[in-house]
């Protein structure tokens, strides 16, 4: 009888196959109209509805959030996220709300709008 090794991913409970060094992918059941979010630890939850390309398109979407959030550009709070587009930009905070949206100028925008600077970034990336 043979030994069968588990995967880390089968160990700890994220998708070997999405994941990369670093960076586990966890699938999970997210709110509706998200497909994936990036954390501040470096993981990152995709909506396990999603097809396998909505997983691979929001993940390498994420990545650039990660890469924003190593290189001091992208910061975030269940209150606030804060973008500082370079070393010699004023960093400049949002007020996240409770329902999804972040004040912005005096208006309510949808969390991961286009119009927001690190999301415009991320898409670009991406």
């Known amino acids: 009888m043979a030994l069968k090794l588990k995967t880390p991913g089968e ?3 994220f998708n070997d196959e999405l994941s990369r ?3 586990p992918v966890f699938e999970k059941d997210l709110d509706s109209n998200v497909i994936a979010e990036a954390n501040r630890d470096g993981t990152t939850f995709v909506d396990k509805k999603a097809s ?3 997983k691979a398109d929001s993940i390498a979407h994420e990545d650039e959030h990660h890469d924003q959030m190593l290189q001091g550009q992208l910061s975030y709070t269940d209150d606030s996220v804060t973008w500082k587009k370079d070393t ?3 960093a400049r905070v949002y007020t996240r ?3 999804g949206m972040i004040e912005a ?3 309510k925008v949808k969390e991961g ?3 927001f600077p690190w999301e415009a970034d991320a898409y670009k990336n991406s």
């Open 21 to 23: 060094f670093g960076r």
């Open 97 to 99: 709300l409770d329902n």
């Open 11 to 13: 160990l700890f409970g």
């Open 88 to 90: 010699k930009s004023p």
């Open 52 to 54: 396998k390309k909505q």
């Open 105 to 107: 100028a005096g208006k």
């Open 113 to 115: 709008a286009h119009g």
